[in-house]
């Protein structure tokens, strides 16, 4: 897999198989130790080895390069808790993505590469088969930048057979780069959810010493079994050290640091619960039961949906075609959600036209309000709906959603300003 | 200004001025007041009233409506600190730009209107004229959502004028919405700045129990006054209470609420000072101290810049005229600095026809790295230029800004991963 023509013939003949004991040799140099997953990112010409220490290295390859086999992996049994489930825990599917949390990285390199399948996820974290029984699966193993609405459908549709199929709940490993653009896709997309969805990511691979991999998942594990919540979750670091995990609704949950353990923040409300790592929870906010029922599938989305960030000195010119060549537009205007003049009149011209634009706030905390300035006057007579206090990324999913379900210019408008899932919240007269 | 031909000749014909008292008659009602100053973007027909009461009111006004003088304005002094200036106070140019901070509500449609003068606005708060000795102008007036380069440059031809000809710093009251923007246009233009320039607004007018226009306005004059600062800050209440401002660094400060008074955050970096309501400066991070010596103004910039926001399912077809048709695009990518795939090759593409990509992160808060996965390293190949820790925002400006000075590749480069204005902060290991 993604492996160069060359270095793939080389391994087909020696009939290597991953987890075979392998000796690499290349001017004067060696590399003992077990050939692990080759991702199609990887450079072509490399293999991965784990070398005793543990460290993973990547050897790059050329015609120079000899391989031998040392000797065949084992068949081994590596879920005990899959194959023989007990029948006092509850049982989760871990339905694996990609990112970070599934990633390892390349010491030679430096490189972060994400290899490791759910069942080699779920093996490192032996803690998740003590607090339930686990039904492991990738479902695509992608960096989330990547993602798109094809994954995010398959995804909710995997999602709904598992929950409908009898778990108590599904953790779905996520690169945290787009974690909040698919925690909000697929709030909207499982309707009527009587059980708890928690996506979790890391920032740091489980191969760091600092890594949030371990606490975040065996924190998902927990909550699933121990909470009484249903719905769609974010489940990462509350804070920068070592002491809990924080549970965001999935619509309210944005990523706010590049790197930082603690990068994810509810905006606009508060975390649904805090998971002490030394055991506890503690609800910091009202949240959905869990009932009985099953959850409905409603995966429609017209992708043709587009997110502007309003800057001033935006040229309407360059954004005219962005405007009206998608069925829907969601901008983060500036302050209560305004846009320069010229904008405002472009805008008009793409509702005319039949773009549905919604407006949000580039702040991203606090409310738009269309109310207070003549701007958002224009913005209202020119038929721009109102985002209320969504966030813009979560708006964007949610419009994509709404075009996906009806067609109808009202009930577009409704939905919009209906809250559905969690994702607008009442005003609160402390911000006025 | 701004009046239907119909009303500016009924005004006319009455050789109406401002500040007149007048009587206004319309079907059954009638207002007396004094004759408020009327915006371009107010409606044509309305003319403002101020009421004894105090409150602002407007009329919409008809064929039917009659206007009669009461009594004439009475020519005032109104800066007696301006026309005869103390000579043991330090000197400060007020230069208004618009904004809530010289605003009214109308309180016939609750809209807010920018139509204080800088005279105006500094008369309205007396106290500023026991701290410092007050020239105050309009430069322009405007809703800063409307802010273009063009402005920009006569703000800071303006500013570099007034403290080459002598004033001790510069307060500029501006609209929240870009003020931003504006501190980062100023910070980029006025180069080897000696004294104090100090962007100030409020989310609330000056008319409300809860502004915050007063409090802000006379803690810029302090900070003038009582602090050792050179540069370009932003002056905004620290908190929701009413305790103190917080001076932010002009380059690495954000609007981060729509309504609240503390909407302004220092983002990657500590504000520099607090100033305590009450008496006192307490410093929170190093900063330029003041010097002698005249400022340059390098206003050159290419308004050819675009601002885009990356999210999972952006279409390159519909951003490839966006990409190719700017000179410059500073792209918010997804955590470390990340788009899709086929985004990546759009760019790369967009590169190649010329234009110059800078990489920021929509996190806002960290560092772009775009070495640890291979998307970043696609980037650096492609020729992505890493926007370091700068906010989206000023990356933007700075682009601007850096291409309007110089054409070449190397230099271009150069200096926008270079410190400039404090816009980059050095590396912390807390971070990573």
């Known amino acids: 897999m993604g492996y160069s023509l060359r270095l793939l013939d080389v391994l087909r003949s020696l009939h290597a198989e991953e987890g075979d004991t392998v000796l690499v040799k290349d001017t004067g140099r060696e590399y003992r130790g077990i050939l692990m997953p080759h991702h ?38 590596r879920k005990p808790h899959h194959m023989h489930p007990a029948k006092d825990k509850k049982t989760v599917a871990v339905l694996g993505t990609g990112g970070t949390i599934a990633s390892y990285v390349d010491y030679r390199t430096g490189a972060v590469h994400p290899a490791l399948s759910a069942d080699d996820l779920v093996a490192a974290v032996p803690e998740i088969g003590d607090i339930c029984n686990v039904r492991s699966e990738v479902i695509f193993s992608i960096f989330s930048e990547n993602m798109t609405v094809d994954h995010w459908q398959k995804l909710a549709g995997a999602v709904a057979d598992r929950l409908n199929g009898g778990v108590d709940g599904c953790i779905i490993p996520h690169g945290t780069d787009t974690m909040g653009y698919t925690s909000a896709a697929m709030s909207f997309m499982l309707e009527g959810l009587t059980k708890p969805v928690v996506l979790v990511g890391a920032q740091r691979s489980s191969d760091r010493p600092s890594t949030d991999a371990h606490t975040n998942l065996v924190s998902s594990a927990r909550f699933i079994v121990e909470s009484d919540a249903a719905g769609v979750y974010v489940l990462m670091h509350e804070t920068s050290s070592d002491t809990a995990a924080a549970v965001h609704l999935g619509t309210k949950v944005r ?21 002490s790592f030394e055991g506890g929870i503690e609800y910091l906010a009202e949240h959905h039961k869990r009932s009985e029922g099953k959850v409905r599938l409603r995966d429609g989305m017209d992708a043709n949906v587009a997110l502007l960030q309003f800057y001033p000195g935006m040229s309407p010119a360059a954004f005219e075609s962005v405007l009206t060549s998608h069925h829907g537009v969601v901008i983060a205007g500036s302050g209560l959600g305004h846009v320069s003049k010229d904008m405002v009149t472009a805008i008009g011209k793409a509702i005319e036209a039949g773009t549905k634009v919604v407006m949000t706030s580039q702040c991203l905390y606090g409310r738009v309000n269309l109310n207070v300035y003549n701007t958002g ?31 109808n210019d009202g009930e577009i408008r409704r939905l919009m300003i209906t809250d559905l899932r969690g994702e607008i919240t009442e005003r609160r007269e402390i911000d006025d």
């Open 40 to 77: 199609e990112f990887s450079d072509p010409d490399v293999v991965v080895i784990k070398l005793k220490s543990g460290y993973n290295v990547g050897v790059k390859t050329g015609p120079g390069t000899t391989i031998e086999i040392v000797s065949k992996v084992q068949p081994k049994e």
């Open 255 to 275: 990523k706010m640091h590049t790197s930082r353990r603690d990068a994810f923040h509810s905006v606009n409300c508060s975390p649904v619960a805090r998971i």
């Open 377 to 407: 006057r224009d913005l209202i007579t020119a038929g721009v709906i109102s985002g209320e206090d969504m966030l813009p990324e979560t708006a964007y999913v949610k419009l994509m959603w709404v075009l996906g379900q009806t067609s």
